[in-house]
């Protein structure tokens, strides 16, 4: 199995200040036929289900803000919110989609400092 | 638009089995997968298996063999999953979510459903 890692665990960030998470997949999810890296992150507020943000690393969902996005390829990739918003507060998730079974990081949650 | 509708929370005791089940709406149900994935108390989440809503094709996570049934009833465009000898570390919210099928992600998801082991 993939084993994804992402860091860190959590962080605080001031309103309108950036968030920055990490994310490290055990083995490459870039397949070469397609130069995509399979690679999502989700959204989790409480009591919520996840929400997609980000598919192939870097392509954002329909509707979600601009000042979320991703980059990354390979096996190393970043989640970045450009100006943190009280609405953002959550734990977000990669997820590899490259192999059976997709596997999902630990999470990472973002507080408001 | 899209929407996946879960049944309501359910208790059951160490040993026994529980169906959760799973409406769509807004879109052709046969054209995509369900895929299952759960959350225990506090933690992240775990990916539990797959049916294709077309042809009723299963892909179940190696830990979960032989415990886990998932189902389709294309005339009500419903999935179900089933768990079988529950223990107390099966607490969990269990999800539904639409797949693509054959790796993509998972766009829409259900509500969740609460299932709860306690003797």
């Known amino acids: 199995d993939i084993v994804m890692t992402q860091s860190p665990d959590s962080l605080a960030v001031s309103l309108g200040e950036r968030a920055t998470i990490n994310c490290k997949s055990s083995?490459?999810?870039?397949?070469?036929?397609?130069?995509?890296?399979?690679l999502a992150w989700y959204q989790q507020k409480p009591g919520q289900p996840p929400k997609l943000l980000i598919y192939w690393a870097s392509t954002r969902e329909s509707g979600v803000p601009d000042r979320f996005s991703g980059s990354g390829s390979g096996t190393d990739f970043t989640l970045t919110i450009s100006s943190l918003q009280a609405e953002d507060v959550a734990v977000y998730y990669c997820?590899?989609?490259?192999?059976?079974?997709?596997?999902f990081g630990q999470g990472t949650k973002v507080e408001i400092k | 638009q899209v929407q996946l509708v879960q049944s309501g929370a359910d208790v059951k005791k160490p040993g026994a089995s529980v169906k959760v089940s799973c409406k769509a709406s807004?879109?052709?149900?046969?054209?995509?997968?369900i895929t299952w994935v759960r959350q225990a108390p506090g933690q992240g989440l775990e990916w539990m298996g797959w049916i294709s809503a077309y042809n009723g094709n299963t892909n179940y996570a190696q830990k979960l063999q032989g415990r886990v049934t998932m189902t389709t009833d294309t005339s009500t465009s419903t999935a179900y999953m089933e768990l079988r000898s529950l223990r107390s570390d099966d607490t969990a919210v269990y999800y539904c979510?639409?797949?693509?099928?054959?790796?993509?992600?998972?766009?829409?998801w259900g509500q969740g459903t609460l299932v709860t082991v306690s003797s």
């Open positions: 083995q490459s999810v870039l397949y070469s036929s397609d130069n995509k890296s399979y």
């Open positions: 997820h590899q989609y490259y192999s059976t079974p997709p596997t």
């Open positions: 979510a639409r797949d693509g099928g054959g790796n993509t992600p998972f766009d829409y």
């Open positions: 807004g879109y052709t149900f046969t054209t995509y997968g």
